[in-house]
């Protein structure tokens, strides 16, 4: 029997592992420490159960957006190589798993703009990568280049502003003519050629981000059932016919109302059959347990939330993004409540921005919270409290490890990975340190949490 069999036939029954146990905690000011641990002979407080079997997990990752290449070109060659490790190095970083592509521009482009923006241009004659060129593609070549193995995955926020009722970018519905969605089908298909013949692969499509949402920004409604007919009628078999294997993902999804196109699409075996997992975010999560359920597909929480929501303030007077620990708090909250919900990829949303960090939102401009921030006036890189809390799992958690049972009154998240290391991550709210001892292994390891603050133990 294999370790990681036998270690699943056993619970915690003693393992000899292949190295020392090792630890790292973070707290406010004191992020990403190495921190001591000792073997002691009690009754843990808190258990890691590795025979309890939970779901697969496939990695976390980031979304690469123009104004993140942006900012980082503004950083000397060496730290901004500094800054692509800190996000995709599995040593020396968070060793993201996944990438975001935006098809056309998302909210943070440097402005508006599609691939093919000349009118009735159903062939695609005018369809050019030209203006990813100059930041999208140098921004993913910089990530290949320290994650070689890096999977990316693409989604548009509009189509061009032709195929639309408002004949706008921002906002409105897309054109139900059959002509329109097959012109559509053929950009997202010509997109994924396009990369390609880049070097760069595109491992998956989501239609539409949040199609429920118009806002004044790039966005587009689409309806449950013409999500349904484009899926089957048009991009699924565009793809197939251009010989391209790239799988359909539905989303992303991020409105409990959108949850009505996966039910559309699902219920229709034609349209089903070219589905490969869900993409979901922001107010989805309650629905996640019953979708895994029900359909037995990967289902990927696609856009962390930004924070900061300054249209809770009645001036809506916040001029910059905060980035502070209490962002970061927010955001183990919602990693973590994801994970529990039963997701099985996770992905932050801007990787990088300036220090202000506003979108292009015409109405509501937002400045919103990344993981790494450049200062545009010093060109001084910033690690955020946020991007820790990231990669407390991220870097420590491998692809195809299983979520595993924990118990106790902490805060904590366990996994085993395929090599049969285990990794516990334990939160604590409270204002003063907390000692705490894990039981691992048929090991009982005690150490301290800082306030307001996480441990990674991993053995």
């Not at 690469?64 to 020396?92: C, I, M, Y």
């Not at 559509?184 to 390609?196: D, I, S, T």
């Amino acid at each position: 029997m294999s370790e990681r069999s036998e270690a699943a036939a056993v619970g915690t029954a003693a393992l000899e592992p292949s190295s020392a146990p090792t630890l790292i905690v973070s707290g406010p000011d004191a992020y990403w420490q190495p921190a001591a641990l000792t073997h002691v002979q009690e009754t843990p407080e808190q258990l890691v159960d590795v025979a309890i079997r939970l779901q697969e997990w496939q990695g976390f990752g980031g979304t690469f957006n123009e104004a993140g290449w942006d900012v980082l070109s503004l950083l000397e060659p060496l730290e901004r190589q500094r800054a692509l490790a800190l996000l995709f190095d599995a040593r020396e970083g968070a060793s993201f798993t996944y990438g975001r592509v935006p098809i056309g521009a998302s909210d943070y482009a440097i402005d508006r703009y599609t691939l093919s923006d000349e009118v009735d241009d159903f062939s695609m004659a005018s369809f050019s990568i030209e203006r990813d060129r100059q930041r999208l593609i140098p921004y993913v070549r910089a990530a290949l280049a320290v994650k070689p193995d890096l999977q990316l995955w693409a989604s548009p926020w509009t189509p061009p502003a032709w195929m639309k009722e408002n004949q706008s970018t921002d906002g409105g519905h897309i054109r139900a003519e059959p002509e329109v969605l097959e012109a559509y089908a053929l950009y997202l298909a010509r997109f994924v050629e396009e990369y390609r013949s880049e070097g760069i692969a595109v491992g998956a499509l989501q239609p539409q981000n949040e199609p429920g949402y118009e806002q004044t920004y790039p966005t587009c409604l689409w309806t449950p059932e013409l999500l349904r007919d484009f899926v089957r009628d048009h991009l699924g078999p565009m793809l197939a016919e251009r010989g391209l294997n790239t799988p359909i993902w539905l989303g992303t999804l991020s409105a409990p109302d959108d949850l009505r196109h996966i039910g559309a699409i699902m219920a229709d075996p034609s349209a089903a059959a070219y589905v490969r997992g869900i993409g979901l975010q922001w107010n989805t999560m309650p629905a996640v347990p019953d979708l895994a359920a029900s359909y037995a597909l990967p289902i990927m929480q696609t856009e962390h939330r930004c924070g900061n929501y300054p249209w809770r303030t009645a001036s809506f007077d916040v001029k910059q993004a905060p980035n502070d620990d209490a962002y970061a708090e927010e955001t183990w909250g919602l990693i973590s409540a994801w994970i529990r919900a039963g997701v099985n990829s996770y992905l932050a949303w801007n990787m990088v921005l300036d220090t202000v960090g506003v979108n292009m939102d015409v109405k509501r401009p937002w400045p919103q919270n990344a993981l790494l921030t450049v200062d545009r006036t010093t060109r001084a890189l910033r690690v955020t409290p946020a991007y820790y809390v990231f990669r407390h799992l991220s870097q420590f958690v491998l692809p195809g490890a299983e979520r595993v049972g924990s118990a106790g009154d902490a805060d904590m998240l366990a996994f085993e990975n395929p090599d049969g290391s285990v990794v516990a991550v334990l939160y604590n709210p409270a204002g003063a340190a907390r000692d705490l001892s894990v039981g691992l292994r048929g090991a009982v390891l005690r150490f301290r949490v800082p306030a307001h603050g996480w441990a990674t133990l991993s053995w």
